[in-house]
């Protein structure tokens, strides 16, 4: 069975502060991952796609990847409190795959 | 990315009727998904519409229970039919984005609330 995890949480972190956000994933040959926010109510918005190991920044986001390890984490510096939403961890699996597989997600509390 | 409409938002309907879900795109697309998300859970894909043949359907959804119609690349249609309390959902269309990688962008998902 192929599998996404992520810690449901919530994850409470003070406003200025870094979020870290984590997922393991169990198929060692995926090859794409992405990172949802989806604020309540809404749909999910992707912010982050990640397909090679190490970092990859964009604004206050950094996705990092360690296939070796199969974890994918996402980290938000300066959280704000409009941060506040859950963050869904997405990740093609290999074998000719073309639909992602969805974690969970973990909810992110930014408190002033 | 494209953008995709959803009608309608949210439903209440009464256990036992129907209901079709729109999803229209501003743009041909390669693929397009349903989702549903359960409360709490994370998103478990339905089908896939095919454009001008049969959907093809994930392990526990058949057609009878989720008919899917896809005519043309810009629109497809997600009927719930015979509703019970336990299809009370966010319905969500999605699709790729128009390289046809394998990005997905969502609708803005229906609330459907089965009584």
């Known amino acids: 069975q192929k599998e996404v995890e992520q810690n449901s949480g919530p994850l409470s972190v003070p406003e200025g502060a870094i979020a870290s956000l984590n997922c393991t994933y169990s198929?060692?040959?995926?090859?794409?991952f992405f990172w949802y926010r989806q604020y309540s109510g809404k749909s999910p918005e992707l912010i982050m796609s990640?397909?090679?190991?190490g970092d990859k920044e964009d604004g206050r986001f950094t996705a990092q990847l360690n296939k070796a390890s199969q974890y994918v984490s996402l980290l938000i510096r300066d959280s704000q409190p409009s941060d506040s939403a859950t963050y869904l961890c997405?990740?093609?699996f290999g074998g000719g795959s073309y639909i992602p597989t969805f974690g969970r997600g973990t909810s992110l509390i930014v408190h002033p | 990315s494209a953008v995709i409409s959803q009608k309608p938002s949210r439903d209440i309907c009464q256990r036992g009727t129907s209901l079709t879900i729109q999803c229209q795109v501003d743009?041909?697309?390669?693929?397009m998904f349903w989702y549903r998300q359960q409360p709490g859970q994370s998103l478990t894909l339905i089908a896939t519409?095919?454009?001008?043949?049969?959907?093809?359907?994930e392990s526990g959804f058949v057609i009878d229970k989720f008919p899917i119609s896809r005519p043309n690349l810009t629109f497809s249609t997600l009927t719930v039919s015979n509703m019970s309390p336990e299809d009370s959902s966010i319905y969500l269309c999605?699709?790729?984005?128009?390289?046809?990688?394998?990005?997905?962008?969502f609708g803005s998902g229906t609330q459907l609330s089965v009584l």
């Open positions: 990640i397909y090679s190991n």
């Open positions: 997405a990740v093609l």
């Open positions: 743009s041909q697309v390669t693929m």
């Open positions: 999605s699709v790729t984005d128009r390289e046809g990688t394998i990005k997905l962008f």
């Open positions: 198929d060692r040959g995926s090859q794409s």
């Open positions: 519409a095919n454009q001008g043949s049969e959907a093809t359907y």
